[in-house]
């Protein structure tokens, strides 16, 4: 009878038949866990036949079916009336609508399994208690339950109970309304807002360190040439000054020298004349000493070794010059300047970039004195010349021939036009619109000046010019640079005047 | 007999001057000076037509040289011949000095430019 009949309370609280005995109290906690488990596993319908069947067992006669279909007969349409009237409410105040139902008691077990303060379930036990742990009431609170998921399921439909079952224990003994399911829905609704926001958060965070990062570069790269430019003035003066004492002594030297020889010679001659009467062995002597120091080549090798050396002071200064022309400090103002002074500066510094891969022509025109700011218009040249030495580079690179590149400058109607042209393999279509972006590149990390050409357009329309391009691909490209003449202070002022 | 004082603080940019200002004139007589103050106390000593200085030099640079024969000796022909060619102490000796050479200079032009000078003020 026991095996048959066991304690209601204690089926409801361990599953696993074990029985709590009093000095040993059930862990509520671990046998809920094990209880929702149960229920999860099962799908909405059958959970809900599932409970019918445990009330019946629980109550094991006709009587206990008799009184679950008639409370389930009572307590169906009474759910379906409070759930219509909480619908109505639009607002799950269970509290006012439960004291508006007729059976009081129903109501506050409907209460406490609404889930406040405690999970439904985890009042049953201290309920249980309190009514003297009988089995009718066990009976008619799993009634209450299961007719209020009968309730859901008739309402709602079992697809609301198919997740409610996988939402665990606590979702199954509350009632559910559509304004629940709107809140769920709601609450959902805003996670899901908040989720895009964080996304587009995320993105706009993600853009602002790209953008960031793009500036901090910019900003290094300014600041390298900067730093590069200061430092290359310093070198110059430092290598200036040795070089002034080279540019002195080696003419003295050559001087000197073309004196020793001709003196040398003139002795010569006149030892070896006839009317010297010189002893023979001395003179053996003298010419042996010649000889040994190799009087005749002497001469061509002094020669030309001062020549040489001439020549790489008269370079070495040619090229610390452009250096100093191309790096020394910003002038605040913009000033009249000689483009095409500055453009052989500028090409001698660019030397190591072409010499290899490109001859390098100019066709410079007359040009009168431009208003700008030197040093960034010559970088914005320096920066074309060793584009287009990289360009000539990718084409020539495997078959040794070599490209050219022709910087030519005119003017015409107030301003002076420079282009510079390369037979590289010109810029794809694709890429075309590209090209001035900023920090678009196509080459290798670590080749080129750093100097976007973005940084050059910038640069040109600061000077109120303008920087395009024609390109052929596979034949060549030639970048143009226009710059007015006077700048548009110059021009205001002559206005003015 | 012109004298020339030279005004250098790297003594092998005068050896290298004297040697081809001899050479080039030998009629002129030159004497060094390693600064600005050096410069001064040889300008106590002796007269001198044409003083070629230097920029950049320890306790007294080019500028505040040439400034100083400018009030003290005016008749004296002022030349500058620096690796430096830009900056603030430039600007100041433009205004003082009779020519700027800027570094490396071959002896014939700084002769050519102190005859010049020398033409001018005579």
Known sequence: ?497 | MTTILLVDDDPFVLKALVHGLRRSRPGWSCSVAANGAAALEELTKADFDVVVSDMRMPRMDGAGLLTRVRDAYPRAVRIVLSGQAEGAQMDCARSVADAILSKPTPVSVLVTCIDGALARRA
């Open chain 1, 1 to 497: 009878m026991n095996r048959r009949r066991p304690r209601p309370l204690s089926r409801t609280m361990d599953a696993s038949g074990r029985r709590p005995s009093p000095g040993n109290p059930p862990d509520i906690g671990s046998h809920y866990g094990e209880v929702m488990e149960k229920l999860n596993a099962a799908q909405g319908k059958w959970a809900v036949m599932i409970h019918l069947l445990t009330a019946a067992a629980v109550w094991p006669s006709w009587r206990s079916v008799l009184w679950v279909v008639g409370t389930t007969a009572f307590l169906v349409p009474l759910n379906i009336w409070i759930t219509g009237a909480m619908m109505r409410r639009r607002g799950p105040v269970v509290s006012e609508v439960f004291r508006t139902s007729a059976n009081v008691s129903t109501s506050i077990i409907l209460f406490h399994m609404t889930g406040w303060p405690l999970p439904g379930w985890l009042w049953l036990p201290f309920i249980a208690l309190a009514y003297g742990s009988t089995r009718r009431l066990t009976a008619i609170m799993l009634t209450v339950f299961w007719g209020v998921m009968t309730a859901v399921a008739l309402h709602d439909g079992v697809a609301l109970i198919y997740p409610l079952t996988f939402g665990g224990l606590a979702y199954l003994c509350r009632v559910f309304t559509e304004a629940r399911v709107g809140i769920m829905h709601d609450m959902f609704a805003r996670s899901e807002a908040q989720r895009c926001e964080l996304d587009t958060a995320h993105e706009s965070l993600q853009a602002a360190v790209e953008a960031r990062q793009s500036v901090e570069l910019e900003l290094r790269q300014a600041q390298k040439l900067e730093a590069i430019g200061r430092l290359a003035s310093g070198v110059a003066h430092e290598i200036n000054t040795p070089l002034q004492y080279l540019a002195t002594s080696i003419p003295l030297v050559g001087e000197g020298v073309h004196d020793l020889l001709r003196l040398i010679a003139q002795w010569r001659s006149r030892l070896t004349a006839p009317a010297a009467h010189i002893d023979p062995a001395l003179l053996g002597e003298l010419e042996e000493s010649a000889r040994a120091c190799g009087l005749e080549d002497l001469e061509t090798m002094l020669v030309e070794s001062l020549e040489m050396a001439q020549d790489g002071v008269g370079r070495v200064s040619t090229i610390v010059r452009s250096m100093k022309e191309l790096a020394h400090p910003e002038r605040l103002e913009k000033a009249p300047i000689d483009l095409n002074r500055a453009i052989h500066a500028m090409l001698t510094v660019a030397q190591h970039e072409y010499r290899y891969v490109a001859d390098v022509t100019t066709a410079l025109g007359d040009l009168p004195p431009v208003e700008c700011h030197a040093g960034e218009i010559t970088q914005v040249l320096l920066n074309l010349v060793v584009n287009a030495a990289h360009a000539v580079a990718d084409v020539v690179e495997s078959s040794g021939a070599r490209g050219s590149i022709i910087v030519s400058t005119r003017a015409e109607r107030g301003e002076v036009v420079i282009s510079v042209a390369d037979t590289g393999g010109g810029i794809p279509d694709a890429i075309r619109d590209k090209v001035f972006e900023p920090f678009f590149t196509t080459k290798a990390v670590g080749r080129g000046t750093g100097y976007g050409l973005a940084m050059a357009r910038a640069t040109v329309d600061q000077h109120g010019g303008s920087l395009s391009f024609a390109s052929c691909p596979g034949r060549g490209t030639t970048f143009f640079v226009r710059l007015p003449i006077a700048s548009a202070t110059t021009l205001a002022l002559q206005a003015a005047a």
